[in-house]
Structures are given as C-alpha cells and as structure tokens.
T-cell receptor
Framework: GEDVEQSLFLSVREGDSSVINCTYT??????LYWYKQEPGAGLQLLTY?????DMKQDQRLTVLLNKKDKHLSLRIADTQTGDSAIYFC????????????FGAGTRLFVKA | DAGVTQSPTHLIKTRGQQVTLRCSPK?????VSWYQQALGQGPQFIFQ???????QRGNFPDRFSGHQFPNYSSELNVNALLLGDSALYLC????????????FGSGTRLTVV
C-alpha cells in the first residue's frame, strides 16, 4: 500500500542539528524526496535520493535511507530560524505508473 | 525564469458551483500534476497530465477533471462543489514524470461556502 508517516512536530534550538524522520510502507518505492513548505507558499524541493543509495549530502542537508526498515531521515546541520517550516517526506515508484505520495509533514520550530 | 504560476490565488465559491483553476508550468517542463492540500495535511495527488492526456489519477471522484493544452499549461475543474473541497490546490510541474522531483506553484486557496 501507499503510506508515508512522519512525526508532526520537532523543536530545536538555533545552531543545533535537526533530524526529521519518515517511514514508508511501499518497499517498491524507488525515489524518495524531502520538500519544505513555508507559510502561504507552495512546496520547495530540498533533495531526493534513489533507492540504490544509502546516503546523500548537500551542504547542510544529509539524507539517510534505510531500505530494510523503510526509514528515511533528513538531518539539517546548524539549524537556523529561517529553517522553521513544514517538511514533507514523499515517495514515488517507477512501476505501475509514476505518482508522488506525500506524508502529512513535520512542523519544525527553531528557537533563537 | 518564471516558475510555476497558478491563478487565481484565492477563490470563494458556493456549494454546487463549478470552478476552474489554471496552471502554467515552469519553462521547459512538459508534465503537470495537481494536488489538493487540506489545512494541516500533506498534499493529496489528484492527477497528472502529460502530452495532453491524464496519465495517473489519485482517489478523487469524477467531479475532478482536468485538461492540458499544447503549450503544457493545465486546468483543474471541479464540479458540484462540496464544503469538503475547500483546500489549497497545488500545481506541480516536471520534465517527464518527475523522477528528480517537482517544481510547485504557490497554489490556489479555494473556499467553498
């Protein structure tokens, strides 16, 4: 089935690292994504990872994929107040028609 | 380079009415996907258009229909509006099906009263 689950809230202090977690149920998911949504705006693609990868790093962002546990995480180093937003995990399959399914989002609060 | 543009930004309709939302994809993109985002929820996939045809569809009733034009722009039509259709409607564009992710517009906020 198609289901992506995320915790609803995360609060961190400015300068700390944030880790946002996601689990997905479809083991055939081939592509996984992290998007960011700020108030009143659409979603912004942060990064993606393919199922043949375990880790991807892009500046302050590190994505870890554990295929065995169907677990995806996004680590934000040196979190800033501007990182306060909702972060969505999403999955897609390459077979049976391509569509991207989103989780409910994790709201990140960064305290100064 | 303009990203994805959606119009209108806000809309208020009465139950039972029909609405048309419009989307222009990012330059160079040929595929448009539509999502419904209820307050406090993640985006729910409605359908995807490529080469002027609906290629994939989510669990939405036939009241939701769409169209893609030769210039890749797209419309989302919703008939017989219900209160529960109130949401942010997001258009996302991509080159091909979107393996490398989507570019989203800022959305149309639809309120049904």
């Amino acid at each position: 089935g198609e289901d992506v689950e995320q915790s609803l809230f995360l609060s961190v202090r400015e300068g700390d690292s944030s880790v946002i977690n996601c689990t997905y149920t479809d083991s055939s998911s081939t592509y996984l994504y992290w998007y960011k949504q700020e108030p009143g705006a659409g979603l912004q693609l942060l990064t993606y990872i393919f199922s043949n990868m375990d880790m991807k790093q892009d500046q302050r962002l590190t994505v870890l994929l554990n295929k065995k546990d169907k677990h995806l995480s996004l680590r934000i180093a040196d979190t800033q107040t501007g990182d306060s937003a909702i972060y969505f995990c999403a999955e897609s399959k390459g077979t049976g028609g391509f569509k991207t399914i989103f989780g409910a989002g994790t709201r990140l609060f960064v305290k100064a | 380079d303009a990203g994805v543009t959606q119009s209108p930004t806000h809309l208020i309709k009465t139950r039972g009415q029909q609405v048309t939302l419009r989307c222009s994809p990012k330059s160079g993109h040929d595929t448009v996907s539509w999502y419904q985002q209820a307050l406090g929820q993640g985006p729910q996939f409605i359908f995807q258009y490529y080469e002027e045809e609906e290629r994939q569809r989510g669990n939405f009733p036939d009241r939701f229909s769409g169209h893609q034009f030769p210039n890749y722009s797209s419309e989302l039509n919703v008939n017989a509006l219900l209160l529960g259709d109130s949401a942010l409607y997001l258009c996302a564009s991509s080159l091909g099906v979107g393996v490398y992710g989507y570019t989203f517009g800022s959305g149309t906020r639809l309120t049904v009263v």
